[in-house]
């Protein structure tokens, strides 16, 4: 097929203004595009506008990390949809583990988060995955189904939206899942998804060792990458390594 490769950035609650213009300044300059690579970064929402500015001229996509479902209205501290769009942001990171796991989204405020950025145009990057204890179990599957068909109800335009299988385990902990496993849970998400042109992209201690056996499974659509992101060089050899590939 001729799907692009998606690899996303997400810099959780790191950078401040600062660090993200030194990034930049060192990332940007050394930055080719890659004509298979659709490359996203997600700051911190406050830091968008300004993320914009210092990418403005390079291939550097925007995304958020998170947003509310409603347009507006009395929500205390949370982001529109529609002010994310007037940052710059194209993508939103929804669903992160980090999100089910400390601010109680559950996969029905999930759904109506993914149902509102289609509606305005920006593109979802839906996170599901199990956590150690459902892996145990043995009901890895039959998890992710649920948390698809949840997420997922009442959607019918998927071709927009973009899975990332991140296993709860592999987040952070410099354990990432092996080759074997990631291709064999991506073909049961596409079996699931039954479409075509999302892309199903694998995340969870991704770096520069082991992106290149990762991205050489055919079932692998690209990366969600936090650690191994914050660090230009290190994020820049994976874009290299992914640029070599062809899918
Ligand atoms: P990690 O994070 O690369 O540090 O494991 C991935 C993620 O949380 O998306």
Redesign the pocket.
Known sequence: SHMKYLI?A?F?MYKSHKDLQEYFDQFVNNYACFVNIDLMIAPMTVCLGTASEMTKDSCVHLGAQNMHYEDQGAYTGETSPLILKELGAEYV?IG???RRQYFGETNQMINKKLKSALQHGIRPIL?IGENLEQKELGISKETLKIQLREALQGIDTLDQIDV?Y?PVR?????K?ATPEEVQDIHEYIRSVLGNEKSRIIY?????DTNADILIAQPAVNG???????LDPQKFLKILDVVSKKNK
């Open positions: 996303g997400n959780k990171i992160h583990s980090e996170c990332a991140e592999a987040i952070g902990t410099g990432s995340g969870g201690s991704v770096n990366f969600l990458i936090g650690s191994a992101s």
